[in-house]
Structures are given as C-alpha cells and as structure tokens.
C-alpha cells in the first residue's frame, strides 16, 4: 500500500501545518532581507504581490476542492456499491426459498457462510489482513456458484430461473466491484503536489505580509491550520477503513443476521 495512506492522519495535519508555518517565516524573512539590501520600501509592489497571491491561493482552493470531490464521490460510490450487495444478498436469499427443501438448504447455508465472510473483510481497516479476508470471501464464492448452476439445471427454465442467475451475477458482481474500489485512492502524486503546492502558497503568503505595516501572523496560522484541516478529511474520504470516515456497513450486517439466523 501507498505510504501516504500508512501514515497516520495526526502525524499528517501537524505535519504540512508546521510545514506551512516554516515557510510562512521563510518567506517573511526572505522578503525583509530583500527589502533592507536594496533599501527599498515595503509598499512599492504591494498591488502586484497581492494580485499574484490571489491567483496562487485561488489555484489552491481550486486543487483542493477537485481532490475533495473526487474523494468524496468514491465515499458514495463505496456506500451505494455496499447496498447494491446488500440487496443482492437479500434477493438471492428470497429466491432460494422458491428452490426445493434439498437444493434451498445447502444454498442458504452457503450464502450465509459467504456474506459473512464478506462483512468481515469490509469491516477490516486497510492491509494485508483485509486482502487475505478478501480473497477468502471470493473463494467461498465457488460452492456457492455450483450449487446455483446445479439448481439451474434441474429447474425448468422461467422466471425464477432467470431471477436466480440474475441475482447470483448481481452478488458476485458488486463484490468484485466493492474490492477493486476499496484499493482505488487519489494518485499519491497528485496528494504531494497538493501539499507542497500548499506550503509553496504560504511562502508567498510570508513574502507577501513582509511588505504589510502590520502582519498578521495569527490570522494566517488559523489560515493554514484550515488548510491542513481540508487536506486530512480529503485523505481521510479517500481511505475506506483506515479513517475516521468510514461507510456504515449496518444494512449489510443486519442482511447477514438475518441469513444466519434463519
């Protein structure tokens, strides 16, 4: 796994804060030793730096609100990727009911077995442990198949044939799709270049309020603890276990409840 999701969200935001707030200094620092070698007053490029610093800020926002609707859109496609199992489990179940007593048993049984082991691999934080699950899941998937494709042959061909094929495909399908999109996150490269690109922005910020009669250091720290803020709840949308934003597996635990107490 990618190192920037590895790392934990209360080393980050502290992190690219004191980041910023260095280059903040740095840049306050580089602009008043500028001013006094060349003797120049602070106010001669004010409108210029200003026009400049807007267009960097500008950009930043714009950055920042791409990767957080990026990442929050994945958050949706998570949650509705869970409730299209959940009713693909729940609809294969209904449908087994239909089969007779010999061909119904075995299957809910499997079926039960399989959801299980399903919930417990999307309940797991980010890892090895989760893949293993993972993969365990997709293997009790095989039984559960031979069975369905045993029932189809006995069965005359009808709705409930097709229903039953239907659901089954539905199953394997959202459980496929729900694996690939829990290992998909932002390109570590473009999170990077966010957070330098936010700590490039507060050495100009720095420049920038050099020239100012009266910087105003506080403001501009609660400016990149802000900033810092938005960074770690994009990186918390885009880890689906790890973080503190996760999607509610409740309906898909309540469908495996009912499996298994039937």
């Known amino acids: 796994m990618d190192g920037v999701w590895s790392w934990s969200l209360v080393v980050i935001v502290p992190m690219l804060l004191a980041a910023m707030i260095a280059a903040h200094e740095a840049g306050f620092r580089i602009h008043t030793r500028l001013r006094r070698v060349s003797g120049t007053a602070g106010d001669e490029a004010g409108n210029d730096e200003s026009f400049i610093l807007s267009g960097v800020l500008g950009l930043l926002a714009l950055l920042m609100g791409f990767s957080f609707s990026m990442a929050l859109a994945r958050l949706e496609d998570r949650r509705d990727l869970m409730l299209q199992e959940t009713s693909a489990v729940g609809y294969l179940a209904m449908l087994a009911e239909g089969l007779p007593p010999e061909r119904a048993g075995p299957l809910k049984a499997d079926l039960a077995t399989y959801a299980t082991a399903r919930l417990a691999a999307a309940e797991m934080a980010d890892g ?28 005359p061909s009808g709705p409930l044939t097709v229903a039953l094929a239907g659901a089954y495909d539905t199953v394997e399908d959202s459980a496929v799709r729900r694996q690939a999109l829990a290992q998909a996150h932002l390109p570590a490269r473009v999170l990077w270049l966010l957070g330098v690109y936010a700590t490039i922005s507060a050495a100009m910020l720095g420049y920038s309020q050099a020239g100012a009669r009266a910087p ?47």
């Open 216 to 262: 105003r250091r506080a403001a501009a720290t609660t400016l990149y603890l802000l900033i810092a803020l938005a960074f770690g709840v994009i990186l918390d949308l885009d880890r689906p276990r790890a973080g503190a934003i996760t999607v509610d597996q409740a309906p898909f635990e309540e469908v495996v409840a009912g499996l298994s107490a039937g």
């Open 128 to 155: 090895a442990e989760r893949l293993a699950a993972e993969r365990k899941a997709a293997a009790l998937r095989a039984p559960l198949a031979d069975k369905i494709r045993a029932a189809l042959r006995e069965l």
